[in-house]
T-cell receptor
Framework: GQQVMQIPQYQHVQEGEDFTTYCNSSTTLSNIQWYKQRPGGHPVFLIQLVKSGEVKKQKRLTFQFGEAKKNSSLHITATQTTDVGTYFCAGPHNAGKSTFGDGTTLTVKP | DGGITQSPKYLFRKEGQNVTLSCEQN?????MYWYRQDPGQGLRLIYY???????QKGDIAEGYSVSREKKESFPLTVTSAQKNPTAFYLC??????????????FGPGTRLTVL
C-alpha cells in the first residue's frame, strides 16, 4: 500500500530557531495535507497542497509541494513555544481515505 | 455549534469485555473515520465509511467492528479479540466535493485503558 515517510521523528529547538519537517512518498501524490496535534490534543488541519511546486504561507509557516509531487515540507521560521506539538503530513485523500505519516514531534526550549 | 464529538474522554474496561466508543458529527459530512494512536506514534486507520450503511476496513481492522446506520454516527466497538486495545482512539469526518474528500475534522478522542 501507499506509504508516506516523515523525517525527522523528533526535533528539539531553542525558541527563535527555525524548524523543518519533511514528508516523502515513493509514488506521486495528487495532494498532500498537513495537520498539527498539540500535546494531549487531537490533529487539526493546517493546509492542503495540490499543485506541483506549490508554496503556501501561513504567518511563520511555509508549506511546499515538490515539483514531482512526491515530497513536501513544512518550515517554521523563528519558533515559539506555541509551536510545540506533532506535525503530520497525510495524503492523498482520495478513494475515501488517506495515509498519515508518523509525524515529527517538535519541542521548543524557551 | 457544529463539530464532531466523542464520548467518553476516558474509558476503563476489564480485559475480555467489549466496549463501544461513540462518535457523532453534525457537520453533514459524508465520510467518517476511526484511527488508533499509540504513545509517540502516528495515526493508524481502523475503519472508514464513505456513505451510510457502508464501511471499509482500514489497515488495522482486526478486533474492531463498526456500523454506519446514520450519517451523523459512526460507533466503534473494540472487541475482546483485540489483543492490545489500550490506546487513544480518534474519530474524524470529511466532506466530499466534486469527487474529492476535503480535510478531516477530528474529534477530541477517547483514551481507552484495558486493565
Amino acid at each position: 500500500g501507499q506509504q508516506v515517510m516523515q523525517i525527522p521523528q523528533y526535533q528539539h529547538v531553542q525558541e527563535g530557531e527555525d524548524f523543518t519537517t519533511y514528508c516523502n512518498s515513493s509514488t506521486t501524490l495528487s495532494n498532500i495535507q498537513w495537520y498539527k496535534q498539540r500535546p494531549g490534543g487531537h490533529p487539526v488541519f493546517l493546509i492542503q497542497l495540490v499543485k506541483s511546486g506549490e508554496v503556501k504561507k501561513q504567518k511563520r509557516l511555509t508549506f511546499q509541494f515538490g515539483e514531482a509531487k512526491k515530497n513536501s515540507s513544512l518550515h517554521i521560521t523563528a519558533t515559539q513555544t506555541t509551536d510545540v506539538g506533532t506535525y503530520f503530513c497525510a495524503g492523498p485523500h482520495n478513494a475515501g481515505k488517506s495515509t498519515f505519516g508518523d509525524g515529527t514531534t517538535l519541542t521548543v526550549k524557551p | 455549534d457544529g463539530g464532531i464529538t466523542q464520548s467518553p474522554k476516558y474509558l476503563f474496561r476489564k480485559e475480555g469485555q467489549n466496549v463501544t466508543l461513540s462518535c457523532e458529527q453534525n457537520l453533514n459530512h459524508d465520510a467518517m473515520y476511526w484511527y488508533r494512536q499509540d504513545p509517540g506514534q502516528g495515526l493508524r486507520l481502523i475503519y472508514y465509511s464513505q456513505i451510510v450503511n457502508d464501511f471499509q476496513k482500514g489497515d488495522i481492522a482486526e478486533g474492531y467492528s463498526v456500523s454506519r446506520e446514520k450519517k451523523e454516527s459512526f460507533p466503534l466497538t473494540v472487541t475482546s479479540a483485540q489483543k492490545n486495545p489500550t490506546a487513544f482512539y480518534l474519530c474524524a469526518s470529511s466532506i466530499r466535493e466534486g469527487g474529492f474528500y476535503n480535510e478531516q475534522f477530528f474529534g477530541p478522542g477517547t483514551r481507552l485503558t484495558v486493565l
